[in-house]
């Protein structure tokens, strides 16, 4: 015992210990906010996805119960549905939107200042207040978007309070907020060496193939951190939906997404394990679609340091 | 180099880290458990039996906002000095999180004393011991208070025969109608039948083009539609098997009721709901297509006449009117609900909390809730605040409002039975009555789905 705690006591003052000692020191702000905001709360939703909880007293284990029930509750299938095709077409939509859109105001033309801050305008208007205007904007009997759709004999749909046409329009709603992933394309476009397009003019390149074979693989990693968000950020899509439907999820369950299911399971219902359990296969499903779209990535995400 | 520095220092430089850990360890746990800690103690202080002062401190969270705290300050300056040995604290949260703010205080033991809560959700507080009996202090000066409140003010708040909640703001359902939109389509006098109802509504519809541009009524969109909202005019509140279940499946007045909503579904609900939400989404919320002109017939309590219209559409003060809403249960009803006061598991000092509930009800302080109850708009928890010279120069100022009040006693109205599982009820029933209205379940279908959702209350 005396030889083993000899050994130790010289081993941590090593300066190899010393520096790892000072190092965790500066950092501990972040570990303990890191277990004390994050660590915890996920091993506690863990533990409460199998329990059934209320808030209030103990929690009773309960198994696999809640994840039983999850399989076959036909309103988490619906909502599961909801933020799949949401996903599906949001990302793509709003990834190619907002490229195209930087490209756009990448060009050398008049008043660039005024129009790179026009489109980046809308991203800062609270999500709450432009999703009341939204409201307004696709009313069906005197909102815009149908008043202009009638000037060419189109007769508008209810927009958001059709089964039809209520995730199209948050989709739509969506690209109000584009201006975040916008400039972060603008900034990767500058940054792309303007020799580049130099040399592939002097080949011969036109417009198309200096897209393809320039512009697209030295920002593919930009593409990709703002796909991943975007993704993210789609499978926990939420606040819209909820400050425009009522009750949540109407028409007929058409607007029901993932996250909106689980706050009405754990603050309207306050089926605490119910939920914990729904945040549980949220994150192995975030975490999945992420690890697929790193790995796949290597395909097309292009590196300029990389050695390959 | 560093194998050069002495080992004194050495150890100094180990013992500075671990000391600079150690206290922005026990630093950030301070931040966190700060407020819980000093909570307990000043009510620990407090204690039930009171300070140091004789006075015991409580408080009292809502989730109100805009012009109703100035109400709720009031109210509490009001208590403070006829109370001089207990005084309340007022504090507001967003009602968005109101709940999980209530519940989070609990678990951390430091809740407030009294919650002002909307009452559908007390049955499942009751069920799990979130919320505590009122029943051991309805002794001496509150013996009389449960037959002091309307029979329904009183269902309200029970849960399996005891007194959970005291009502502070009480709702009454009756139909408005435009008076401009009915001489324009023709007809002397506003409906008191089903049949007429339907039929003179029929005459308000504008929708030239196919564009909506007029409501004449539609009871399944809106704030207060839904099956449960129009339940006691037909009798179909709390249809209960004998084992407890909700089975409206079974239930003759619900099959009538889902029957009549059917009969609105040939008019264009996706629009009317998107009318609803743009005129919602001013004014606070405030505004509906009645207010705004453009709807014949509304079902709403009295706020909208008292408050809504005066503050959003002043033109309309004069171009209402109000009647009880036709049902077939052949009187005057309505559905009781309302804010209700509670007591949270743990709260520190529960006798004085009741004292302030009591309070705030209007029992052994008529007088004063009958000046406060006019400037909320609301519909009082007793008969005797009805009969105070305040609230009557109120009814004769407004007569409209008599039809409101003189339904709380009615003996066909009817507050629904607090369960456990009324939250899923409640959203299940809005679903159902959306899907009768857009024909996607037949109305035996939609009160299926209504009793299985609510019996079958997902997980735990």
Redesign the interface.
């Known amino acids: 015992m005396q030889m083993t705690t000899r050994a130790v006591i010289p081993a941590?003052?090593s300066?190899g210990s010393?520096r790892l000692?000072?190092g965790?020191?500066f950092v501990?702000?972040w570990i303990?906010?890191f277990c004390?905001f994050y660590l915890y709360p996920f091993l506690a939703t863990l533990y409460y996805s199998f329990?059934?909880?209320?808030?209030?007293?103990n929690p009773?284990f309960?198994g696999l119960?809640?994840f039983d029930?999850?399989i076959h509750?036909t309103t988490f299938r619906t909502a599961l549905f909801n933020t799949f095709y949401y996903t599906v077409v949001e990302v793509p939509f709003s990834t190619v939107a907002a490229l195209g859109l930087a490209m756009l105001l990448n060009m050398n033309v008049r008043g660039q200042a005024f129009y790179r801050t026009l489109f980046y305008i809308p991203s800062i208007v609270p999500v709450v207040a432009s999703s009341?205007i939204f409201?307004?904007i696709?009313?069906?009997?005197?909102?815009i978007v149908?008043a202009l759709l009638?000037d060419v004999h189109v007769?508008g749909p209810?927009?958001?309070?059709?089964?039809t046409w209520s995730k199209p329009t948050f989709i739509l709603l969506g690209l109000w907020g584009m201006g975040q992933p916008m400039v972060i394309y603008l900034a990767a476009l500058q940054g792309v060496p303007k020799e580049m397009y130099e040399v592939a003019a002097l080949e011969g390149a036109g417009p198309w193939q200096r897209l393809r074979y320039v512009t697209i693989p030295m920002i593919s990693p930009i593409i990709l951190f703002n796909v991943i968000l975007s993704l993210v950020l789609s499978i926990q899509y939420f606040t819209q939906a909820q400050v425009?439907e009522?009750?949540v999820?109407?028409?007929?369950?058409s607007t029901m997404f993932y996250v909106t299911y689980y706050y009405?399971?754990?603050?309207?219902?306050?089926?605490?394990?119910?939920a914990s359990?729904m945040a549980f296969l949220l994150f192995i499903l975030v975490l999945i679609v992420t690890v697929v779209l790193l790995k796949t990535s290597s395909r097309w995400v292009y590196y300029e340091n990389e050695e390959r | 180099m560093t194998d050069n520095i002495p080992s004194r220092r050495r150890a100094r430089s180990w013992t500075a880290p671990a000391a600079l850990l150690a206290t922005s360890a026990v630093l950030t746990l301070a931040a966190c458990g700060g407020p819980a800690a000093s909570s307990a103690s000043s009510a620990s202080s407090a204690g039930g039996t009171g300070s140091a002062s004789g006075v015991v401190n409580i408080t009292w969270q809502t989730m109100w906002s805009g012009e109703t705290l100035t109400l709720l300050n009031q109210m509490v300056t009001q208590f403070n000095k006829t109370h001089p040995d207990i005084h309340v604290t007022e504090s507001n949260i967003p009602s968005a999180t109101g709940d999980a703010k209530l519940l989070s205080e609990i678990a951390a033991g430091d809740p407030p004393d009294v919650f002002t809560e909307w009452n559908p959700v007390l049955g499942e507080y009751a069920a799990d011991g979130t919320i505590q009996s009122m029943s051991p202090y309805l002794t001496g000066t509150y013996a009389g208070l449960e037959k002091w409140e309307y029979p329904i003010a009183l269902q309200g708040g029970e849960y399996k025969g005891a007194l959970y909640a005291l009502p502070m703001s009480m709702n009454s359902w009756a139909l408005y109608y435009n008076k401009s939109m009915l001489t324009a389509a023709g007809i002397s006098s506003p409906p008191t039948t089903l049949a007429q109802l339907y039929a003179d509504q029929a005459k308000e519809w504008k929708t030239p083009g196919g564009k909506l541009e007029q409501i004449g009524f539609d009871p399944d969109a809106g704030d207060n539609a839904g099956f449960e909202y129009y339940g006691s005019f037909f009798g179909a509140v709390n249809c209960f098997s004998s084992a407890g279940k909700y089975s409206f499946e079974t239930c003759p007045a619900a099959t009538t009721e889902a029957n009549w909503l059917a009969q609105y579904d040939n008019y264009p609900l996706s629009d009317v709901e998107a009318m609803q939400a743009a005129y919602g989404a001013v004014a606070g919320g405030q505004d509906d297509p009645f207010v705004a002109g453009k709807e014949g017939f509304d079902m709403d309590g009295p706020w909208e006449g008292a408050q809504n219209i005066p503050v959003t559409n002043p033109s309309m003060n004069s171009n209402f009117g109000v009647e009880a809403f036709p049902g077939t249960v052949g009187q005057p009803s309505t559905f009781g609900q309302g804010n209700y006061n509670i007591i949270p598991k743990g709260a520190a000092n529960p006798q004085a909390a009741f004292t302030f509930a009591a309070w705030l009800a209007g029992y052994d302080n008529a007088t004063f809730t009958a000046q406060m109850d006019p400037k909320g708009g609301w519909m009082p928890a007793s008969p005797s605040i009805v009969q105070q010279p305040a609230y009557q120069a109120w009814l004769k100022a407004n007569p409209w409002l008599n039809v409101f009040v003189s339904q709380m006693s009615s003996s066909a109205s009817v507050a629904p039975a607090l369960t456990a599982s009324e939250s899923e009820f409640e959203t299940a029933e809005a679903t159902a009555t959306e899907d009768i209205a857009e024909r996607s379940k037949t109305p035996q279908q939609a009160l299926v789905y209504i009793d299985q959702q609510a019996n079958s209350a997902a997980g735990g």
């Open positions: 941590l003052r300066p010393r000692w000072l965790l020191l501990s702000p303990i906010g004390g329990t059934s909880f209320t808030g209030i007293g009773t309960t119960a809640n029930s999850l509750d009341l409201v307004w696709f009313q069906p009997s005197f909102g149908n009638a007769n209810a927009w958001f309070f059709s089964i425009i009522s009750p999820g109407s028409p007929g369950n009405q399971q754990a603050f309207q219902y306050l089926h605490l394990g119910y359990a």
